[in-house]
Structures are given as structure tokens and as C-alpha cells.
């Protein structure tokens, strides 16, 4: 099973944690710098290095090129957040390595050579950095890194260079939000050292009151203390939204089930669903599901339907280009079938939602 199908620690709050590692190649230009045929033997070193980690790890991974894989297939990587927008522009030399479940993304000649992406769902910021370092060290130990002993780890950017290390949490925020009080908590975010982005990262908007946070300062100071004051940071926005999502629902329990069931009803009755109405929806039944108003979902379900919604992945379901009003009657077919039962898999949740009946 996908890792992005389970809840973890938190989970009411933070949907998930991201653990990225970027690194390049000693005496090597960078990858923007570098011609397609040096790319390209890039590329095949690095990604014969990382099959010798997997083979010594017992973790397989699938090489996708850029250049060969389908569009509808690069967008839906790039929902999934197993890609950057940049890597899914393909290009000579530009691939990514991923593992079965789909928790380890190593990203090949993007804006570094190397960018190891290790997920987890939930707050487990440790677990998942421990993961990218051991891939990280045993990457090191069969190919040469570019490290300076002033400067640590040479990137292409320099707000990586340093550990290389970008900790980011996906969390949902809908107490914030409706509260009015994300702008005060962004800025002081910001002020803080902290970048706050949309659920698709940078320009991205945060559909389905989904913020993605993320440490900035990674030169001159330590990985662990980084992890520190991330999570401290992390926590302190998660004890925030929990008090605010008791207070409102406390304050007036009737509108906030009206609200939750209503949302209930669109979804699993909708004939036509816009991607944004759908993560809307689902946000308020994320809610109703952490406060205890809907007892027969849980949090499994509905990032089963956060998974399989965006147009890309709709469209590679269905196996063929789809126009902007078949993409939201087969998104409500597929939605309709996860609520009512008749997915019960994370695999083929579209081809599932042909079976249901109208």
C-alpha cells in the first residue's frame, strides 16, 4: 500500500512529513549548466548508484525518464508530490527513482543531481529524515559529493547549501482559515525563518485549506537542530488549530455538523465535481471525522480520495484526454464509489468508480 493511504502520528492536523535532501556531484557543473549528453551520463551514474543502495537495502525502485513518460503520467506524479512542476518538464537527462510504496523519491538532475525526497504520513519528521540520510550516506559511498569543510554541502541554490536538508509538513488548517487568522500566522511564520506554500508547494494555492510548511535556514546550523525547531514550530500551529476547532464547534455544534453533513451529501450524491469544490468537501469531512461528528469515515478514506482526484489522475485512469466537464463527472464517479464502499482498494479507484450504478 501507497504510504500517503494511512494516517499517522497527528494525523487530525498534519497529513504529512517530508524529509528532502538535496546533493550534487563533486567537480561537476551543475545540472542547469550542464550540456544534454553530460546529463544524460549523469544521470546514468547516479541512477546506478541508487540501485546499488537498493539492492544493499533490500528497496527496489522504478526509474521513470522524463522524456518517456506521458504527460497525464508526469502531472500525476507531481500531485502526488513525488516530483517537482520543473522535473515533470522533462529534458534530457532528468528522471526520478521511486520505491514500491512510493515513500522514497530520489529526483535526477533537477535543480541539483540528486534531491532524495523521503515521506511519511503524519508528524514523523525523524523517521523519514533517518531514512533520507542512510540513502544519503550510502549514495556518498559510491559516488563522489560535492562538500566543502567551510561551506558543507554544495548546492545549486544557496539557500540549500549547508545540510541540504528542507523539512516540510503538509497541514490542514481549516479552523485558521475560516477564522481569519493565517495571514498574522504567516507573517510571523515567515519573520521566523519559515516558508508557508500551498498543498502543491511554491505558487500554489492552498486548496482544501491545505498549507504546506517548511524550514528556510539550512547553512550554519545542524540537521538535529533544524529538526528542533521545525517540529517545535510544527506543534505550536497544531495545538492552535486543535483549540480554534474546539471553540467553534463548541460555540455553535449545530452549524459546524450542518456544515460537515452537507459536505457529506455533495459528495456522495454529485453528479459533477470541480477539483476544488471536491477538496473543499473533503476538507469538511476531514473535520467532522477529527471532532467525532462522522463516526463511519475515517482519515484512510479520504486521503484515498485526495490521492485520486487532480485532473492528471483522473485523466491516466481513465486512460485517455479527458475535457474539463468529463474530468469532473468521472472525478464524481470515483468519489461516489469510495464513499459508498465500492472501492475498497487504493488501486483502482476509478475503474471501480465505472461499476457503480448512477
Not at 503524519?122 to 560535492?146: M, N, T, Y
Not at 538535529?224 to 497544531?238: P, T
Not at 468529463?326 to 465500492?342: F, P
Request: aromatic letters at 4%; a negative charge.
Amino acid at each position: 500500500m501507497s504510504w500517503y493511504l494511512t494516517k499517522g502520528p497527528d494525523w487530525d492536523v498534519v497529513l504529512s512529513s517530508r524529509i528532502r535532501l538535496a546533493r550534487d556531484l563533486e567537480n561537476s557543473p551543475f545540472p542547469h549548466r550542464m550540456s544534454d549528453k553530460d546529463r544524460d551520463e549523469a544521470c546514468g551514474k547516479i541512477v546506478a548508484a541508487i540501485n546499488q543502495c537498493g539492492e544493499s537495502t533490500g528497496e527496489k525502485y522504478v526509474t521513470l525518464n522524463m522524456d518517456l513518460l506521458p504527460e497525464a503520467d508526469r502531472l500525476s506524479l507531481v500531485e502526488k508530490h513525488l516530483i517537482s512542476d520543473d522535473l515533470a518538464k522533462g529534458g534530457a537527462g532528468r528522471a526520478a527513482c521511486i520505491s514500491k510504496d512510493e515513500s522514497v523519491s530520489i529526483l535526477v538532475n533537477e535543480e541539483d543531481h540528486i534531491r532524495i525526497q523521503v515521506m511519511e504520513a503524519g508528524l514523523s519528521l525523524r523517521e523519514a529524515f533517518q531514512k533520507a540520510e542512510h540513502i544519503a550516506d550510502s549514495l556518498a559511498s559510491r559516488i563522489p559529493i560535492a562538500f566543502s569543510e567551510q561551506y558543507g554541502y554544495l548546492t545549486a541554490c544557496p539557500t540549500n547549501t549547508g545540510t541540504g536538508i528542507r523539512a516540510s509538513v503538509m497541514v490542514h488548517l481549516p479552523a485558521l482559515t475560516s477564522s481569519g487568522r493565517m495571514k498574522p500566522l504567516i507573517d510571523g511564520l515567515t519573520q521566523a525563518g519559515f516558508a508557508v506554500r500551498g498543498h502543491l508547494g511554491e505558487h500554489s494555492q492552498a486548496d482544501g485549506n491545505i498549507y504546506q510548511l517548511s524550514n528556510q535556514i539550512t547553512l550554519g546550523i545542524s540537521e538535529n537542530d533544524i529538526l528542533v525547531g521545525f517540529e517545535r514550530m510544527v506543534r505550536e500551529v497544531l495545538d492552535l488549530e486543535r483549540k480554534l476547532r474546539r471553540e467553534i464547534y463548541e460555540n455553535n455544534p449545530e452549524k459546524m455538523a450542518d456544515r460537515v453533513y452537507r459536505s457529506y451529501g455533495e459528495l456522495l450524491y454529485a453528479r459533477m465535481m470541480a477539483e476544488g469544490e471536491a477538496m473543499k468537501r473533503i476538507s469538511d469531512l476531514r473535520l467532522g471525522i477529527s471532532l467525532g461528528i462522522l463516526k463511519d469515515l475515517d482519515e484512510d478514506k479520504m486521503a484515498l480520495l485526495a490521492a485520486h482526484i487532480g485532473a492528471a489522475s483522473i485523466q491516466k485512469a481513465d486512460g485517455k484526454l479527458l475535457s474539463p466537464r468529463q474530468q469532473e463527472i468521472s472525478r464524481a464517479q470515483m468519489i461516489r464509489a469510495v464513499l459508498s464502499g465500492a472501492c475498497q482498494d487504493d488501486k483502482k479507484p476509478a475503474k471501480a468508480a465505472k461499476k457503480s450504478k448512477e
